[in-house]
């Protein structure tokens, strides 16, 4: 069948307007001004992190990184109750934010340079330290130069300090788990003869159980929690190491802490100096 010259003409259009959208026309990039610019935005933070990121019995959170979402979310014209907590296990952060899950993720997210490769960092908004979670009747493990002989050693996978342990102390039977609090019951029943992460991440640990766990040993590196964002949002990270910026000279950065972590005996640090990344 012979196409008339008015149909062609009309074929050639829709094409070209195909061409259009495909090259352009189409939604925009997600950022954190736009989200905020609709009143919601959702942020990545743990779930079961005593003191940082916890998901409480009754749906409500609480936490220190809790704490520093909802004050950025505040400086950027959003209210908390227009926040959407969103679980971000260690080895899913990355993913979270490529996917465009999350607007930021806080979730003791150290910054390290082979996570720059494919997210942002806003902060640091903490400076903590790797060292040791044990049951409270153990006497041979005193630091990490004790980890050798075979320990059986747990953390997350995915995480920064599993890396450490896998590249720093090869004598160490690691123990990988999804989340930091199985590593916990892992502990309290026997499987495992420590567990490592960050010290004020061990610290909510031994507050929620007293009597039963305690932290070990000088930290033996140095971690800086960032807020996570999509590598190319700009405009996003430096909103957010604004609000760091003014949490920190407020007193609401001091306040946070004492509110959250200070009932387990973690001194407070000496508050973090934002590094535009």
Known sequence: MRITRPLRFGVAIAALSIVATACGGGEEARTISSSAESGNLIVGIKFDQPGLGLRNPDGTFSGFDVEVAKYVAGKLGVDEANIEFKESPSAQRETLIENGEVDYIVATYSITDTRKEKVGFAGPYFVAGQSLLVREDNTDITGADSLNDGKRLCSVT?????????????????????????????????????????????????????????????????????????????????????AIEEMVSSGAWEQAFNDTVGASGYPLPTPPTVDRY
Request: some cysteine; hydrophobic content about 30%; charged content about 20%.
């Open 158 to 242: 995915g995480s920064t300090p599993a890396q450490n342990i896998a590249d720093e102390y090869p004598g160490v039977q690691l123990q990988p788990f999804d989340t930091y609090s199985a590593c916990v019951e892992a502990l309290r029943n026997g499987t495992v003869d420590a567990v490592t992460t960050d010290d004020i991440i061990l610290a909510g640990y031994a507050a929620q159980s007293p009597g039963q766990f305690k932290v070990v040993g000088e930290p033996f590196t140095t971690e800086n929690y960032g807020i996570g964002l999509n590598k190319d949002d700009t405009d996003g990270r430096n909103k957010i190491n604004d």
